[in-house]
Structure formats: C-alpha cells, structure tokens
C-alpha cells in the first residue's frame, strides 16, 4: 500500500531533436502523444500542441503525471507528423518509465525514436517535480503598431513565445500563441498556465 509520501506530481517537459521528414514538399507537423499502461494496454494520456514544419520542436504544453517511488509506470511517447485534424503518420516511438526519467541525470533523458526498426530522431524528456500549491494564472496580451516585416506588399503574421529563464540560464519554452495573420495591432487569445510553469514558485524572469 503506498502513502502520500511515497507520491509526488511531476511535470514533464518535451522536446525532439533531429526529426525524420515525413513531408515530401517540406518539414514535418510534428505532435507528442503520451500513453500509459492500465490493465497491460496502452491507453492514451495526453498529447501536446502540433509544431508545423519544425524538425527539432520544444513543445509548450506540459504532461503532468503522479510519480510513485519504486514502481516502473511504463510510458510510450509516439511521435506523429500531422497532416491534419484526421491524418497522421507515425514519425516514432519510445518506450521507458517514469523512474527512468526521474532517476536520470538532472531528470533529463535523452533516447532514440525508432519506427518499423528504423531511427528517426530524438525524444528528451524533462521531468521536474510540482508543487500541489500550484495556482493557475491568465493572461492577455496585445500589440499595437508592431514592426511589419513583410514589406510594402503585405503585414506581418505575429505571435508570443514565452520562456522561463532556469537557475542553470537555460531558456524552458513554456508557452506559444496563435499565429495572426496580416496584422500589426494583434489580441491574442487568453491562456491559462499553472504558476509553477510560469516561475516555478518563485519569482524568476521570463523571456
């Protein structure tokens, strides 16, 4: 029987590397499905953002998920290339656990995607432990007379990325807007996004 103290939440972060290209007329559309093992079959847990044309994504969306100490918890990444809402093909896979992650340097693993036997990349997981304090926090942002970079024939096509700056300087991509076309005073869309992804719980600069 396992006790609150043998649990903690956890919050992994994804990125690829090196990404096969599916796509005959450019790069791929690449998205992270996450499955885990119930009852000895893959069942899908969650799945991040799609990335278009982008061989080495970090994707923003995060996969929370409680680890228990001692127990393996089986994981499968699949790495897809995204046609559209309907159509995808399958860039790779990697199988491993929780406590691979978790126990790997910095909580930082790094494996080769394979497909039909075949390497086609890389997936790196980042697992970072959660705090159950954790409050949510949404913003809005706008622009207004933005730089158009698209000449005289046409206006630019904005979007936010957001990145937390860690303790070690390395930039954690954390979050993406939309894309708005032809437009140099955009409102985005509101998002929501934990205070732990934002800063971690205290107060660190974002980029």
């Known amino acids: 029987m396992f006790t609150t103290s043998d649990k903690e939440k956890v919050e992994l972060h994804i990125k690829c590397k090196d990404l096969k290209d599916l ?6 559309d690449p998205q992270v499905k996450l499955y885990h ?16 044309d982008n061989r080495k994504p970090v994707f923003y969306k995060t996969f929370p998920i409680e680890f228990t100490f001692e127990v393996e918890q089986p994981l499968k990444f699949e790495v897809l290339d995204v046609d559209s809402p309907t159509v995808s093909e399958t860039i790779g896979v990697v199988e491993t656990t929780l406590g691979a992650i978790m126990g790997a340097r910095k909580n930082k693993l790094k494996q080769e995607l394979h497909y039909e036997n075949k390497p086609s990349g890389f997936l790196i997981v980042k697992g970072e432990r959660a705090d159950d304090n954790s409050s949510k926090i949404t913003m809005e942002w706008t622009g207004r007379r933005l730089m158009n970079t698209d000449g005289f024939f046409g206006k630019s096509d904005p979007f936010l990325r957001f990145f937390r700056i860690k303790k070690s300087g ?23 996004i934990s205070d732990f992804s934002l800063y ?3 107060f660190l600069r974002i980029k």
């Not at 390395?170 to 985005?188: F, G, M, Q, R, S």
Request: aromatic letters at 6%.
């Open 200 to 202: 971690e719980n205290h």
């Open 23 to 28: 796509d005959r007329d450019g790069k791929s």
């Open 170 to 192: 390395e930039l954690l991509k954390i979050h993406e807007t939309e894309v708005i076309k032809d437009n140099l005073n955009p409102k985005w869309q509101p998002f929501t």
């Open 37 to 52: 093992q119930v009852s000895g079959q893959w069942k899908l847990l969650d799945e991040t953002e799609v990335m278009r």
